[in-house]
Nanobody, 126 residues
Framework: QVQLVESGGGLVQAGGSLRLSCAASGRTFSSYQMGWFRQPPGKEREFVVAITWRGDITYYADSVKGRFPISRDNAKNTVYLQMNSLKPEDTAVYYC???????????????????WGQGTQVTVSS
């Protein structure tokens, strides 16, 4: 099993940047595809980005493509979400999630990720 802990959220002005980290426990982290999701206030949880266990393939939601590069360091059991050019509509609680899959499933839905962090709040002011 994998336990996930996010960090790096906060308050930032529009146009600014934040870097989220998701630290994982467990020796099998490197075999998990990882995803970031977010839940804006009053809305449902939505997909942001996913990355293969090797870190060589990524898949982004259109809303963040080109602004939120994802990366992972399996030696540190950590996945990162660099958030650039932030907009007020990026305000949300951000969650990282993990799933052990036979192959990369970029459109894997939230309900199919068995492991989740507690979430970190990101607030973008206008």
């Amino acid at each position: 099993q994998v336990q996930l802990v996010e960090s790096g959220g906060g308050l930032v002005q529009a146009g600014g940047s934040l870097r989220l980290s998701c630290a994982a426990s467990g020796r099998t982290f490197s075999s998990y595809q990882m995803g970031w999701f977010r839940q804006p206030p009053g809305k449902e949880r939505e997909f942001v980005v996913a990355i293969t266990w090797r870190g060589d393939i990524t898949y982004y939601a259109d809303s963040v493509k080109g602004r939120f590069p994802i990366s992972r360091d399996n030696a540190k059991n950590t996945v990162y979400l660099q958030m650039n050019s932030l907009k007020p509509e990026d305000t949300a609680v951000y969650y990282c999630a993990g799933a052990r899959t036979e192959r990369f499933l970029p459109r894997l839905g939230a309900r199919d990720y068995p492991y989740w962090g507690q979430g970190t709040q990101v607030t973008v002011s206008s």
